[in-house]
C-alpha cells in the first residue's frame, strides 16, 4: 500500500520561510512526478509545482521566484522551499506521486497525501 506523508507545515509571518516533505513509500518501482497543490477555503485545489522524474519542473505564476521544488528519486521524497511567503499562500497542501509503479503491477496509480496547513499571518 502506498502511502504519501507530509511534513513541514505551519504558521509563518509574511516574508518568512517554510519547507514542505513529502516521502512516498510501499513497495515503489518507479514515479513519474511528483508535486504539490494547494486549496485555500471556498477555493478549488490548484498547482502550486511539479517536478518529473527526469527533473523538468513547472510552477504556478503566483509562486515563481519565490518557490522551489526539488526531489530525491532514492527517497521517492519530493521537497517545496517556499520563501517570501504571503498571507494568499495561507492554504492546505497537498502532495501529489503521479503514476506510480509499483512491484507486480502494470497499472500506474496517482496517490495523495493528507494534507499539511501552511498559515501566514500578515
Known amino acids: 500500500q502506498v502511502q504519501l506523508v507530509e511534513s513541514g507545515g505551519g504558521l509563518v509571518q509574511a516574508g518568512g520561510s517554510l519547507r514542505l516533505s513529502c516521502a512516498a513509500s510501499?513497495?515503489?518501482?518507479?514515479?513519474?512526478?511528483m508535486g504539490w497543490y494547494r486549496q485555500a477555503p471556498g477555493k478549488q485545489r490548484e498547482l502550486v509545482a511539479r517536478?518529473?522524474?527526469?527533473?523538468?519542473?513547472t510552477y504556478a505564476d503566483s509562486v515563481k521566484g519565490r518557490f522551489t521544488i526539488s526531489r530525491d528519486n532514492a527517497k521517492n521524497t519530493v521537497y517545496l522551499q517556499m520563501n517570501s511567503l504571503k498571507p494568499e499562500d495561507t492554504a492546505v497542501y497537498y502532495c501529489?506521486?503521479?503514476?506510480?509503479?509499483?512491484?507486480?503491477?502494470?497499472?500506474?496509480?496517482?496517490?495523495w497525501g493528507q494534507g499539511t496547513q501552511v498559515t501566514v499571518s500578515s
Open positions: 501529489n506521486a503521479d503514476r506510480v509503479l509499483t512491484r507486480g503491477s502494470s497499472t500506474p496509480v496517482t496517490y
Open positions: 510501499g513497495g515503489i518501482f518507479s514515479i513519474s512526478a
Open positions: 517536478i518529473a522524474s527526469g527533473g523538468v519542473t
